[in-house]
């Protein structure tokens, strides 16, 4: 279980945060000078490895506790289907 208060939690979220931003430019860059510029493979290889970021990003959400008026949530779906 991942907690939010860890340091490697934290930093995790500000690498997502950061690489969320940069895909926030790079995906209207490429859609809008598609044409008029070269096919560079290592932008496309940067932009794979962002959707593989946000892919670990979804699998470690299952795996994460989350804070609920100042309660934290630990349970996971076994414990709350019984």
Known sequence: MLYPDY???QCWELFITVILLLSCFLTPIDLAFNDIRPNYIEFHIIM?????????QIILTFFTAT???NMLIT????????
């Open 48 to 56: 794979s490895l962002i959707d593989v970021m946000f892919g670990i």
């Open 67 to 69: 804070e609920d008026d």
């Open 7 to 9: 340091a490697v939690t």
């Open 75 to 82: 349970e996971d779906y076994k414990s709350i289907a019984q």
